[in-house]
């Protein structure tokens, strides 16, 4: 996710005003590698402005997915994720608490398609999810 500075500049430059609500938004997200849902991105600029509607956090986060300044994760079956971090990497998942962590690793060498699929296919990137317990939970 680029600077404060430099999202704004981009929103801007796509049509979007910069409020005070959008500038938390950035701040809630900036380095955040809790990977917050959409709910919880609400609670806490809501603490901030209580007025804020959750329609205008989402919008926001589909703006800075469409932008491609956040990476929008669908690995909770009740809830989408986001993550600020959009360089290629991978996750691990608490099936406990539904923590998520980050793997930067690099599986691509280990990855091999099978003919069937790259015959149909061009494949532009993937993800692998790992599911686990957490030390935490355990």
Do not use: W
């Not at 806490?44 to 929008?72: A, H, Q």
């Not at 909770?76 to 986001?82: E, F, Q, S, T, V």
């Not at 608490?94 to 599986?107: A, E, F, Q, R, V």
Request: aromatic letters at 8%; hydrophobic letters at 30%.
């Amino acid at each position: 996710m680029e600077s404060i500075e430099k999202l704004t500049n981009i929103l801007r430059s796509n049509g979007m005003k910069i409020t005070p609500q959008r500038l938390m938004i950035f701040k809630v997200l900036k380095n955040n590698t809790s990977h917050p849902s959409a709910e919880e991105i609400f609670r806490r600029v809501k603490r901030t402005y209580p007025t804020v509607s959750f329609t205008t956090i989402y919008k926001t986060l589909e703006t800075l997915r469409d932008l491609g300044e956040i990476k929008e994760l669908i690995i909770d079956k009740d809830r989408k994720h986001y993550d600020p971090n959009t360089d290629s990497h991978h996750h691990v998942i608490c099936s406990t608490c539904k923590k998520i962590g980050d793997i930067l690793d690099d599986y691509s060498p280990s990855i091999k398609l099978p003919d069937s699929i790259k015959n149909k296919y061009t494949v532009s990137g993937f993800q692998i999810s790992f599911y686990g317990v957490c030390n935490d939970c355990r």
